[in-house]
């Protein structure tokens, strides 16, 4: 059996997450980023774990979109128990769009309206035209 992606990383030179999880997120696949997502943060690969903030956010936002809001919950717990994950306004913008999504899961629209406020700010401050995916 073949697993995903069916080349070896080194082959490309870089592994395929977040990019990978992100386009399966986008189309409608979040069981499988969620999967991609949990594998690349197992991995040791130093590439990886310079990610590993991202990789963070993008897990609670697989999570949420899967059904599996415990895993989202504990995906946030990680990234508060290290604050140098969110070392730079891109990573506090993506940290506060997970929060988000979370808090509108919850139901609680109020605080996801104001953490998507929060991620607004932290874009504009990089001058990022879109924010993150």
Known sequence: MRRWPPWPKA????????????LHLLTGKPELAQRGLERALE?????????RGQLLCLLVRAA????DAERAREALQTLHADPQMLANEALKAMHCGAQAELALHDGEIKLA??????????WREVSSPVGEV
Do not use: F, S
Request: charged share 30%; aromatic share 6%.
């Open 11 to 22: 082959t490309l030179g870089w592994d395929p997450q977040p990019g990978l999880a992100r």
């Open 64 to 67: 949420v979109m899967a059904g």
């Open 113 to 122: 309206a104001n953490k998507l406020r929060h991620a607004v700010r932290h």
């Open 43 to 51: 991995e040791a690969d130093w590439t990886l774990r310079e990610r």
